[in-house]
């Protein structure tokens, strides 16, 4: 059964040394003018080399500016006067003025091992043999309903430290042989996905050793 094409984002699923992924969040700061929106599963990166703002991931960042996942965060809505909680930063709606009242929440993926993490591959599909290689993610525009991430990643192997994202392993197949438990629902069959092909599932976890490891090759 085929795949089912629906980008969900990067989800944690572990941490590094295989605790539930309740992990603590780290804030950071979103510049009021930044128009970009960022939802919840979105990587995000430094806007720049004194790190005092992030903004939603590209592609062909190097890793070193990774920060983490973002998943959700709080500011002054001029247009509802108030403080509120979002999943998504709607990229406008903050005064200049309330600029301090913006806290974005993270799931740090530097500072310390990242945790592992889910997320749906492009139709390509990730390989048995990609496992250990290293990939960059590709954008899609996210759902301004749910706030979720349409992020996916982009599947062309390389051994380039400076991508973000490592291939740790297949979702899917027997654990040990390159999967992690588990298969990717279809649309007719809750059962009826594949570990492997297009838009198969994979988990991965932030190419943050040093600045960025060299991968393996396919």
């Known amino acids: 059964m085929a795949n089912?094409?629906?980008?969900?984002?990067?989800?944690?699923?572990?941490s590094a040394v295989g605790a539930a992924s309740n992990f603590e969040m780290?804030?950071?700061q979103i510049l009021y003018s930044d128009t970009t929106k960022i939802f919840r599963g979105d990587p995000v990166k430094y806007t720049d080399t004194t790190g005092?703002?992030?903004t939603q991931w590209t592609a062909s960042t190097p890793v070193s500016q990774l920060v983490g996942i973002f998943w959700g965060c709080?500011?002054?809505?001029?247009?509802q006067g108030k403080v509120v909680q979002s999943q998504i930063w709607p990229g406008a709606d903050v005064a200049s003025t309330a600029q301090d009242t913006i806290v974005a929440n993270i799931v740090p993926c530097t500072g310390s091992a990242s945790p592992l993490l889910l997320v749906q591959?492009?139709?390509?599909?990730?390989?048995?043999?990609?496992?250990g290689s290293n990939m960059d993610s590709a954008a899609a525009v996210g759902s301004t309903f749910t706030g979720q991430s349409a992020m996916f990643l982009a599947v062309t192997p390389a051994t380039t430290a400076t991508l973000p994202w490592r291939v740790v392993c297949l979702y899917g197949g027997k654990?040990?042989?390159g999967g992690?438990?588990?298969?990717?629902?279809?649309?007719?069959?809750?059962?009826?996905?594949?570990a492997t092909g297009a838009y198969n599932w994979v988990i991965v976890r932030a190419n943050v050793?040093?600045?960025g490891a060299t991968g393996l090759s396919s």
């Open 209 to 211: 050793v040093g600045a």
């Open 26 to 28: 780290v804030q950071g």
């Open 74 to 79: 709080t500011y002054l809505s001029t247009a």
């Open 175 to 177: 654990p040990g042989a």
């Open 4 to 14: 089912v094409n629906a980008p969900f984002g990067f989800k944690p699923i572990q």
């Open 121 to 131: 591959s492009d139709s390509t599909g990730v390989a048995f043999a990609d496992i």
């Open 180 to 194: 992690f438990m588990g298969i990717q629902p279809s649309t007719t069959n809750p059962y009826g996905g594949s």
């Open 52 to 54: 005092a703002y992030i």
